[in-house]
C-alpha cells in the first residue's frame, strides 16, 4: 500500500502538515467569524444512527462548535467569554454573571471516572469485510460475503491509569464494536489469548494484586512489585498468562502489529440450528512485533504516547491497519473439549497446528476518532452484546464478565442509558421499552411500555428466529449437577501449556523472557516472593528457572513433579517470517552537506514502498543548499530518539568532483559535521544498534555509523555508493523486523 507524502512540501512556502491538495487552517486567531471547517477527507466515519433511525448528522445545530458565534448551552449569543462581569473594571465580580457560572460549572464536571481496568486506551474507526467462509457454521449477518459492517476499535492497557504511558509492559486490550444490522456485536479481547484467572470471581483479587500498593499507590501501570508477584505465584492459574507478559508479548511494537484474541470459546450457530464451538483470531497484516525492553523504557519517558500516537500517525498517513479475524473451530460435543484441553479453560489454548484459524473476514482501520471523549472515553463494550449466529458457552470467567460490563457503565457513565450516546449507538433500528432514568435523550412515544398491551395495538411485537429474534441455544442442563463452588480437575493443570509456550519460543525470544522475569523479581523486596516465583518457574522448565535464579542472585529450586510432556507450537513464536513494511518509519539523518537530491528520491522511493520516511537533522524548518530543492526536516537532533524509528539511514555528502558537490566546505569522509558528529546523532545510531535495527548509508555516511561502533561489516549494517541500493538492502531487513543475529545473544539488546 502506498502513503501519501506526509507534509506538503513546496520550495517557496511554509511546510504545514496536512493532506496535499487540503486546504489547511489559519494560524492565527481569525477576527472574522467563518464557516464551519469541512469535514476532513476519509476521515467520515461511519454512518452513525439515533436511536429513532434518523442519522445524526442530518442535524448539525446539534453538533457543537460548528457555528460561527460562541454561545452559552441555552444558544444565547455571547459578546465576550474573556472577562467575568463586574461592578466596574477593578470592582468585584457579580453572582449574576451566567456565564460565568455555567462555564465553570460544566468545567467542574467534565472528568467522568475511568475505567476501573483498561483506562487507557486509544481508538479508531473502520470497516470490517466478511469474506463469507464461515456462512457454513453461523448465521451472523455480518461474516456474510463482502457485507461491509462499520467497526470501532479501542486498544489499552490494562493496569495503568488514563495518563500512564503506553510502551508499558502488560497485557493489551483489544475491543471491537461491530455495528452490524443485527444489532451490535462487541469481541472483547486481550493481545493475549489466554487469562489470568478461570473463574470471574477472581478478577478483583488479581486486580487488586496488580495495580499499585493501596498504601503509597506505587507502581503505575506496572507488574514488577510485590503483591502482583506474591498473587501469581500463589494462584498458579496465572502462570500461563504471566509467562506471556514475561515475553515479548507484554510490549508491542505498535497496536497495529499485535494479535487480538476473543479467548474464551463461544458458540455458533448455523441456518439449520447446527452448532460449533469457535475461539476467535485477530492476525495482523503487518506481523505481530515488539519492542526491546530497553526501548520500551526510553518510550515511556521520551514519548508516554508512542502507541497512541503511531496508531493516529499511520491511519493519518494511509497506512490503514488491517487486521484478518480467524476462527479455530471444534465439534460441539457435551465434552467441550478438544484433544483433551478443557474448551471452557480460559487459561488454555488450543495449538493453531492442530486447529488452524479459517480467515472470516478482514478488518480496515481508516479514520482516528474526531473526539477523544465523546467516542474513545465514552465508548462502552459489552461481551454479552450478541448478534443472532454467535452465542456464549459456560466458561465461568465470561459468565462473570456478562454481568461486570453491564454494571459498570452505569456508574462510569451515569446511569442506564449510555447506549444512547452517539459511539455505542446501535446501528439497528432501537425498539425498546428501557424508558427514563438519568440522561434520557430518545423521545419515546406511545402510552404503553409494557408487554403485553392492547393500547398501543400490541406494539411492539416479540420476534421469533424467523423475524430475526435473538434465540438462545436450548442447551441441555445437567440435571445430576449439584450446586458447588468448585472447578473441574480438567481446571489443575497449571504447568503444561506454560511449557508448551516457553518450548515454542526461539532463543532469543527466551532470552527476553528470562531477562522480563529477572526484571520484575528483582522489583520485588519480599525474597520469599522471589523464591516462591521461582518455584512456579522450576515447574515450566529448569532452564528458565536456574538463568532467573542465577540474575536474582538465589538458588534454583528443583521441579515439584515430573516436567509435562508437551510438543512446541511453531505458531507461538513471534520470528522467522517477513512482514509487509507498510507503515515502518524510517529515519534518515541529514544536514546542508547531504546530497538533497539523492535525498528527496530516496524519500520518494520509501513513500512508494509503503514506509513513513522521516528526515533527521540539526535544525527544523527545510535543508537547503547544493543548487537541490530544499527538504523538509520532521525532526531534529533535539528531539529524535532511537525508538520512534524502525531503521536509521545516513545521508552522505557528494563525493568531490560530482555534480551535487557544488562550492561546499566539507571535508570527504566527515559526514554530517566538518567538526565531527553530533553526540546526539551518535547516541541515536548506537542505541538503533543495539536494539538491533538496520542501518544503511551512502557516500561519508559510513564514517557517521563506525563513529557511533557500528561499522560497515556488521550485520545488518549496509554501506553503498547508491542510496537506493541501500534503501533496498535495508528495506528487505525490515521485513523481518529487527536484524536478529546481530548479537551471538540477546542479552545486549533486551
Ligand atoms: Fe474485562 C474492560 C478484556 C475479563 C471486567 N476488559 C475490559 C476491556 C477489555 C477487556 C479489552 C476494555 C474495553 C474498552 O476498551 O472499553 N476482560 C477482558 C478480557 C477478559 C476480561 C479479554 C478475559 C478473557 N473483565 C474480565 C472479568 C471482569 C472484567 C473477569 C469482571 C468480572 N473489564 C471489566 C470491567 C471493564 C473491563 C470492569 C472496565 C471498563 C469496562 O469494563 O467497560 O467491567
Given at each position: 500500500?502506498?502513503?501519501?507524502?506526509?507534509?506538503?512540501?513546496?520550495?517557496?512556502?511554509?511546510?504545514?502538515?496536512?493532506?496535499?491538495?487540503?486546504?489547511?487552517?489559519?494560524?492565527?486567531?481569525?477576527?472574522?467569524?467563518?464557516?464551519?471547517?469541512?469535514?476532513?477527507?476519509?476521515?467520515?466515519?461511519?454512518?452513525?444512527?439515533?436511536?429513532?433511525?434518523?442519522?445524526?448528522?442530518?442535524?448539525?445545530?446539534?453538533?457543537?462548535?460548528?457555528?460561527?458565534?460562541?454561545?452559552?448551552?441555552?444558544?444565547?449569543?455571547?459578546?465576550?467569554?474573556?472577562?467575568?462581569?463586574?461592578?466596574?473594571?477593578?470592582?468585584?465580580?457579580?453572582?449574576?454573571?451566567?456565564?460565568?457560572?455555567?462555564?465553570?460549572?460544566?468545567?467542574?464536571?467534565?472528568?467522568?471516572?475511568?475505567?476501573?481496568?483498561?483506562?487507557?486506551?486509544?481508538?479508531?474507526?473502520?470497516?470490517?469485510?466478511?469474506?463469507?467462509?464461515?456462512?457454513?457454521?453461523?448465521?451472523?449477518?455480518?461474516?456474510?460475503?463482502?457485507?461491509?459492517?462499520?467497526?470501532?476499535?479501542?486498544?489499552?492497557?490494562?493496569?495503568?491509569?488514563?495518563?500512564?504511558?503506553?510502551?508499558?509492559?502488560?497485557?493489551?486490550?483489544?475491543?471491537?464494536?461491530?455495528?452490524?444490522?443485527?444489532?451490535?456485536?462487541?469481541?472483547?479481547?486481550?493481545?493475549?489469548?489466554?487469562?489470568?484467572?478461570?473463574?470471574?470471581?477472581?478478577?478483583?483479587?488479581?486486580?487488586?494484586?496488580?495495580?499499585?500498593?493501596?498504601?503509597?499507590?506505587?507502581?503505575?501501570?506496572?507488574?514488577?512489585?510485590?503483591?502482583?508477584?506474591?498473587?501469581?505465584?500463589?494462584?498458579?492459574?496465572?502462570?500461563?498468562?504471566?509467562?506471556?507478559?514475561?515475553?515479548?508479548?507484554?510490549?508491542?511494537?505498535?497496536?497495529?502489529?499485535?494479535?487480538?484474541?476473543?479467548?474464551?470459546?463461544?458458540?455458533?450457530?448455523?441456518?439449520?440450528?447446527?452448532?460449533?464451538?469457535?475461539?476467535?483470531?485477530?492476525?495482523?497484516?503487518?506481523?505481530?512485533?515488539?519492542?526491546?525492553?530497553?526501548?520500551?523504557?526510553?518510550?515511556?519517558?521520551?514519548?508516554?504516547?508512542?502507541?497512541?500516537?503511531?496508531?493516529?500517525?499511520?491511519?493519518?498517513?494511509?497506512?490503514?491497519?488491517?487486521?484478518?479475524?480467524?476462527?479455530?473451530?471444534?465439534?460441539?460435543?457435551?465434552?467441550?473439549?478438544?484433544?483433551?484441553?478443557?474448551?471452557?479453560?480460559?487459561?488454555?489454548?488450543?495449538?493453531?497446528?492442530?486447529?488452524?484459524?479459517?480467515?472470516?473476514?478482514?478488518?480496515?482501520?481508516?479514520?482516528?476518532?474526531?473526539?477523544?471523549?465523546?467516542?474513545?472515553?465514552?465508548?462502552?463494550?459489552?461481551?454479552?452484546?450478541?448478534?443472532?449466529?454467535?452465542?456464549?458457552?459456560?466458561?465461568?470467567?465470561?459468565?462473570?464478565?456478562?454481568?461486570?460490563?453491564?454494571?459498570?457503565?452505569?456508574?462510569?457513565?451515569?446511569?442506564?442509558?449510555?447506549?444512547?450516546?452517539?459511539?455505542?449507538?446501535?446501528?439497528?433500528?432501537?425498539?425498546?421499552?428501557?424508558?427514563?432514568?438519568?440522561?434520557?435523550?430518545?423521545?419515546?412515544?406511545?402510552?404503553?411500555?409494557?408487554?403485553?398491551?392492547?393500547?398501543?395495538?400490541?406494539?411492539?411485537?416479540?420476534?421469533?428466529?424467523?423475524?430475526g429474534g435473538y434465540v438462545e441455544v436450548p442447551l441441555a442442563m445437567n440435571p445430576q449437577a449439584a450446586k458447588v463452588r468448585a472447578a473441574p480437575a480438567s481446571f489443575d493443570d497449571h504447568?503444561?501449556?506454560?511449557?508448551?509456550?516457553?518450548?515454542?519460543?526461539?532463543?532469543?525470544?527466551?532470552?527476553?523472557?528470562?531477562?522480563?522475569?529477572?526484571?520484575?523479581?528483582?522489583?520485588?523486596?519480599?525474597?520469599?516472593?522471589?523464591?516462591?516465583?521461582?518455584?512456579?518457574?522450576?515447574?515450566?522448565?529448569?532452564?528458565?528457572?536456574?538463568?532467573?535464579?542465577?540474575?536474582?542472585?538465589?538458588?534454583?529450586?528443583?521441579?515439584?513433579?515430573?516436567?509435562?510432556?508437551?510438543?512446541?507450537?511453531?505458531?507461538?513464536?513471534?520470528?522467522?517470517?517477513?512482514?509487509?513494511?507498510?507503515?515502518?518509519?524510517?529515519?534518515?539523518?541529514?544536514?546542508?552537506?547531504?546530497?538533497?537530491?539523492?535525498?528527496?528520491?530516496?524519500?520518494?522511493?520509501?513513500?512508494?514502498?509503503?514506509?513513513?520516511?522521516?528526515?533527521?537533522?540539526?535544525h527544523g524548518g527545510e535543508l537547503a543548499g547544493g543548487g537541490a530543492a530544499p527538504v523538509v526536516v520532521q525532526r531534529t537532533f533535539a528531539n529524535a530518539r532511537s525508538v520512534e524509528f524502525?531503521?536509521?539511514?545516513?545521508?552522505?555528502?557528494?563525493?568531490?568532483?560530482?555534480?551535487?558537490?557544488?562550492?561546499?566546505?566539507?571535508?570527504?569522509?566527515?559526514?554530517?559535521?566538518?567538526?565531527?558528529?553530533?553526540?546526539?546523532?551518535?547516541?541515536?545510531?548506537?542505541?538503533?544498534?543495539?536494539?538491533?535495527?538496520?542501518?544503511?548509508?551512502?557516500?561519508?555516511?559510513?564514517?557517521?555509523?563506525?563513529?557511533?561502533?557500528?561499522?560497515?561489516?556488521?550485520?545488518?549494517?549496509?554501506?553503498?555508493?547508491?542510496?537506493?541500493?541501500v534503501l533496498a538492502r535495508v528495506t528487505d531487513l525490515l521485513a523481518t523486523h529487527r536484524v536478529w543475529d546481530r548479537f551471538p545473544t540477546a542479552a545486549f539488546h533486551s
Open positions: 500500500m502506498a502513503l501519501p507524502p506526509h507534509e506538503t512540501e513546496s520550495a517557496d512556502g511554509p511546510h504545514i502538515p496536512g493532506r496535499p491538495g487540503q486546504e489547511v487552517p489559519q494560524l492565527e486567531e481569525p477576527t472574522t467569524p467563518r464557516e464551519p471547517l469541512p469535514p476532513k477527507q476519509d476521515q467520515s466515519g461511519p454512518e452513525v444512527y439515533s436511536p429513532t433511525g434518523a442519522p445524526a448528522d442530518a442535524d448539525p445545530e446539534v453538533r457543537a462548535q460548528s457555528g460561527a458565534y460562541l454561545t452559552t448551552a441555552q444558544g444565547l449569543r455571547l459578546p465576550d467569554t474573556d472577562h467575568s462581569l463586574k461592578a466596574g473594571e477593578r470592582g468585584p465580580v457579580l453572582l449574576q454573571d451566567h456565564h460565568l457560572r455555567e462555564k465553570i460549572t460544566h468545567f467542574d464536571h467534565e472528568r467522568i471516572p475511568e475505567r476501573v481496568v483498561h483506562a487507557r486506551g486509544a481508538a479508531a474507526h473502520g470497516v470490517f469485510r466478511g469474506y463469507g467462509t464461515a456462512s457454513a457454521v453461523t448465521k451472523a449477518a455480518f461474516l456474510g460475503k463482502d457485507i461491509e459492517t462499520p467497526v470501532f476499535v479501542r486498544f489499552s492497557t490494562v493496569l495503568g491509569s488514563r495518563g500512564s504511558a503506553d510502551t508499558v509492559r502488560d497485557t493489551r486490550g483489544f475491543a471491537t464494536k461491530f455495528s452490524t444490522t443485527q444489532g451490535t456485536f462487541d469481541l472483547v479481547g486481550n493481545n493475549i489469548p489466554v487469562f489470568f484467572i478461570q473463574d470471574a470471581v477472581k478478577f478483583p483479587d488479581i486486580i487488586h494484586a496488580g495495580k499499585p500498593h493501596p498504601d503509597r499507590e506505587i507502581p503505575q501501570a506496572q507488574s514488577a512489585h510485590d503483591t502482583f508477584w506474591d498473587f501469581v505465584s500463589l494462584h498458579t492459574e496465572a502462570t500461563h498468562h504471566t509467562l506471556w507478559n514475561m515475553s515479548d508479548r507484554g510490549i508491542p511494537r505498535s497496536y497495529r502489529m499485535m494479535e487480538g484474541f476473543g479467548i474464551h470459546t463461544f458458540r455458533l450457530v448455523n441456518e439449520q440450528g447446527g452448532t460449533t464451538l469457535v475461539k476467535f483470531h485477530w492476525k495482523p497484516r503487518a506481523g505481530v512485533h515488539s519492542l526491546m525492553w530497553e526501548e520500551a523504557q526510553i518510550a515511556g519517558g521520551v514519548d508516554p504516547d508512542f502507541h497512541r500516537r503511531d496508531l493516529a500517525d499511520a491511519i493519518e498517513a494511509g497506512a490503514y491497519p488491517e487486521w484478518e479475524l480467524g476462527i479455530q473451530t471444534f465439534p460441539d460435543t457435551p465434552e467441550q473439549t478438544f484433544e483433551g484441553i478443557d474448551l471452557l479453560d480460559p487459561t488454555k489454548i488450543v495449538p493453531e497446528e492442530w486447529a488452524p484459524v479459517q480467515p472470516v473476514g478482514l478488518m480496515t482501520l481508516t479514520a482516528n476518532p474526531s473526539n477523544y471523549f465523546a467516542e474513545t472515553e465514552q465508548v462502552a463494550f459489552h461481551p454479552g452484546h450478541l448478534v443472532p449466529g454467535i452465542d456464549i458457552t459456560d466458561d465461568p470467567l465470561l459468565a462473570g464478565r456478562l454481568f461486570s460490563y453491564l454494571d459498570t457503565q452505569i456508574s462510569r457513565l451515569g446511569g442506564p442509558n449510555f447506549a444512547q450516546l452517539p459511539i455505542n449507538r446501535t446501528h439497528a433500528p432501537v425498539n425498546d421499552m428501557l424508558r427514563d432514568g438519568m440522561h434520557q435523550t430518545a423521545l419515546h412515544t406511545g402510552v404503553a411500555p409494557y408487554h403485553p398491551n392492547s393500547l398501543d395495538g400490541g406494539c411492539p411485537f416479540q420476534a421469533g428466529a424467523g423475524a504447568t503444561s501449556q506454560p511449557r508448551r509456550f516457553w518450548l515454542s519460543l526461539t532463543p532469543i525470544e527466551r532470552e527476553h523472557v528470562i531477562a522480563a522475569y529477572t526484571f520484575e523479581l528483582s522489583k520485588c523486596y519480599e525474597n520469599t516472593i522471589k523464591e516462591r516465583n521461582l518455584r512456579v518457574l522450576a515447574d515450566i522448565d529448569p532452564e528458565l528457572c536456574s538463568q532467573v535464579a542465577a540474575g536474582l542472585g538465589l538458588p534454583a529450586p528443583e521441579p515439584s513433579a515430573p516436567l509435562a510432556q508437551v510438543d512446541p507450537s511453531p505458531a507461538l513464536s513471534q520470528l522467522g517470517a517477513s512482514w509487509p513494511v507498510d507503515g515502518r518509519v524510517l529515519g534518515i539523518i541529514a544536514d546542508e552537506n547531504s546530497d538533497l537530491a539523492a535525498l528527496a528520491r530516496l524519500r520518494g522511493t520509501a513513500l512508494e514502498n509503503g514506509m513513513v520516511p522521516l528526515v533527521v537533522a540539526p524502525d531503521a536509521l539511514l545516513v545521508s552522505g555528502v557528494p563525493a568531490e568532483g560530482d555534480d551535487a558537490y557544488g562550492a561546499r566546505d566539507v571535508k570527504a569522509g566527515q559526514g554530517l559535521s566538518s567538526e565531527g558528529t553530533d553526540p546526539r546523532v551518535l547516541l541515536l545510531l548506537s542505541e538503533a544498534y543495539r536494539h538491533s535495527k538496520a542501518l544503511g548509508a551512502w557516500g561519508g555516511g559510513g564514517d557517521v555509523l563506525s563513529a557511533a561502533g557500528c561499522p560497515e561489516g556488521l550485520p545488518g549494517i549496509v554501506v553503498d555508493d547508491d542510496p537506493g541500493t
